[in-house]
């Protein structure tokens, strides 16, 4: 009896210790499905994470590449707009030159080139017409103002020209270029008229001459005369 008692007693604490140890086999079984899950998911998300970081990346890129682009075109469209009114005030102001450098002519202050700019020749030309009116040239600023001024003025400064140009009224033009005197042609030695060559007579006629000779009649006049004829 003592012994069966002993034997249930043994059956129940392996009974005991094996579902014991099943519970921990499930136990670590289960903690590892759960690890195992657990990195799974850490290993989707930082897989998201890093897709979700290139996509921003590239968006981020493309945004800077959008907007260098626009800030290039806005600063091309800058330029070409700042160009444009530089040319426009450019041609302006030549225009507004050439008009001072005509009046500047007209008035006799000025010989340079119409070209528009504000050289040195058409500073001197402002300087001599202030200086014939008795101004002093503070500025050579031209303005408006002053090409009006200068199209109420008539001659101021006297004619000067080139030394190539002579004055013809109020203006200067190109001195005639003298023509080169031609070189006398020599004329060709008169020919000595030619005589005309007599023919020389044959010696083959000398018998026929000689016959004729022979053939004419002589006769005699009563005065002593002889006369020769032919046909009697």
């Known amino acids: 009896m003592r012994k069966a008692e002993e034997a249930k007693k043994q059956a129940e604490a392996k009974r005991l210790a094996e579902e014991k140890a099943a519970a921990e086999a499930k136990?670590?079984?289960?903690?590892?499905?759960?690890?195992?899950?657990?990195?799974?998911r850490k290993a989707e998300e930082a897989k998201k994470q890093a897709e979700a970081k290139r996509l921003a990346e590239e968006k981020a890129a493309?945004?800077?590449?959008?907007?260098?682009?626009?800030?290039?075109?806005?600063?091309?469209?800058?330029?070409?707009?700042?160009?444009?009114l530089a040319d426009e005030k450019a041609a302006a102001e030549a225009k507004t030159?050439?008009?001072?450098?005509?009046?500047?002519?007209?008035?006799?202050?000025?010989?340079?080139?119409d070209d528009g700019l504000l050289?040195?020749?058409?500073?001197?030309?402002?300087?001599?017409?202030?200086s014939k009116l008795g101004k002093r040239s503070i500025k050579l600023d031209i303005t408006d103002e002053f090409i009006a001024e200068l199209k109420r003025q008539p001659r101021v400064c006297p004619l000067v020209c080139r030394e190539d140009q002579v004055a013809q009224g109020d203006q200067c033009i190109a001195k005639a270029t003298p023509e080169k005197e031609k070189p006398a042609q020599k004329r060709p030695a008169?020919?000595?008229p030619r005589q005309a060559s007599k023919p020389q007579r044959r010696d083959d006629d000398a018998p026929s001459r000689a016959r004729q000779r022979e053939a004419r009649p002589v006769?005699?006049?009563?005065?002593?005369?002889t006369m020769t004829g032919v046909g009697f």
Do not use: M
């Not at 136990?27 to 799974?40: G, I, N, P, W, Y």
């Open 97 to 113: 030159v050439r008009l001072a450098q005509l009046e500047l002519r007209r008035v006799g202050c000025f010989s340079g080139r």
């Open 119 to 130: 050289n040195q020749a058409t500073k001197d030309a402002i300087e001599l017409y202030h």
């Open 27 to 40: 136990r670590l079984a289960a903690e590892k499905a759960a690890a195992d899950a657990e990195r799974v």
């Open 190 to 192: 008169k020919e000595e």
């Open 219 to 225: 006769i005699r006049s009563g005065g002593g005369s």
């Open 62 to 84: 493309a945004e800077a590449k959008k907007l260098a682009a626009e800030k290039a075109e806005a600063e091309r469209l800058r330029k070409a707009e700042a160009k444009s």
